[in-house]
């Protein structure tokens, strides 16, 4: 584990000052693997990268290559993570990372962020770094966190009773991979100490990596809150890419710490954003905008059906079970009858009683 940096936030906006470089070919389509991550070039130095399932990984990252340095969004779920990332990073450049974006401060994107060298900028809204700072309490005792983490090591219990009792050899093999992968990642859950972002944001902040044609403007945008108090968004304006975090998803966004009544304008100002391919946190590339008109529909319904059931004195648990979005069935497969995640409910009746 290395030593953490220090943490003092500065409030950092640079000013474009150079002439932008006409926009590259979107999607190169090159895939270089190594033995825990899969990096896919959308443009030119620019990589998608998800892990390839040796490594528990959960959150996909995006890698801009310049002419001296590295640039990384986002840093796995684990310390454990973020070193087999940055251990990958030879099988695309020699070059040494400079700066670490966090698009948010939720576990499975920020909490690699100690495993990067000292020396390496973290950048973040002025929220991520109140959360992972304990400036606002702590998140490894949150409900997010522990929802998703405390059941780890049943998983991984069950796991091994499965393979022993397995007689398959491949199946038995697959299943003794699974366990690996898991206890792993429960074992690297105690290492975590969150680290804050030393740079932030509130609106906006334009950077300008010096690339192999000429200079890469990569800005980094608070587009209002959404998934958290503090999303942020990486925009390649030359490259015509957005990375989004969880702000939008392949499917349906956790929303357990969301603002779901102000995400659909959070949504509508990324829509103007002038890109082809967006990126989102998780799960493959997304050409075009129409996710984002499916989600802005599916959050305004969730909102006023919720209001509904609130101003009637249901309580969220109820409300949660009861509450029938399979009009939005044909975007999203998860839909399979009424009912909707109880913590999206709990967040949404705190928000209504504030």
């Not at 796991?159 to 690996?180: I, K």
Request: with cysteine; net charge negative.
């Amino acid at each position: 584990m290395t030593t953490l940096r220090k943490v003092a936030a500065l409030a950092c906006m640079f000013i474009p000052v150079v002439v932008l470089l006409p926009a590259v070919a979107s999607a190169q389509g090159r895939v270089v693997e190594s033995d825990t991550h899969r990096f896919t070039e959308i443009a030119e130095d620019v990589w998608h990268v998800s892990g390839t399932g040796s490594v528990f990984t959960m959150s996909n990252s995006m890698v801009l290559v310049g002419a001296f340095d590295v640039l990384v969004v986002d840093s796995h779920v684990t310390p454990a993570a973020a070193e087999a990332l940055i251990a990958s990073l030879p099988v695309i450049t020699d070059r040494p990372v400079r700066y670490l974006v966090n698009t948010h401060y939720h576990f499975d994107h920020a909490h690699g962020n100690q495993a990067f060298p000292d020396g390496v900028e973290i950048i973040g809204h002025r929220f991520t770094r109140a959360k992972l700072s304990g400036e606002i309490g702590n998140v490894l005792e949150e409900a997010t966190f522990r929802s998703f983490s405390d059941g780890v090591p049943t998983l991984v219990a069950n796991l091994e009773r499965e393979a022993a009792a397995e007689t398959d050899p491949a199946r038995r093999a697959a299943l003794e991979e699974r366990h690996r992968v898991q206890r792993d990642y429960m074992d690297a859950i105690e290492t975590v100490v969150p680290t804050p972002p030393n740079i932030t944001i509130e609106r906006e902040m334009a950077l300008f990596q010096l690339a192999e044609r000429g200079s890469r403007e990569i800005q980094v945008l608070h587009l209002g809150r959404a998934h958290t108090g503090g999303d942020v968004v990486v925009f390649l304006p030359q490259e015509r890419v957005v990375f989004t975090g969880d702000l939008i998803g392949p499917g349906l966004s956790y929303m357990g710490d969301g603002h779901v009544d102000e995400w659909p304008a959070a949504l509508e100002a990324l829509r103007a954003l002038d890109f082809d391919v967006l990126l989102p946190g998780h799960g493959d590339p997304v050409q075009g905008k129409e996710r984002i008109t499916h989600f802005q529909a599916y959050l305004t319904d969730l909102w006023e059906k919720t209001v509904e059931m609130y101003r009637r004195g249901v309580s969220a648990e109820d409300a949660a079970a009861a509450i029938d979005m399979t009009n939005h069935a044909g975007n999203y497969r998860q839909i399979q009858g009424p009912g909707v995640d109880a913590r999206a409910v709990r967040r949404m009746y705190e928000l209504m009683s504030n």
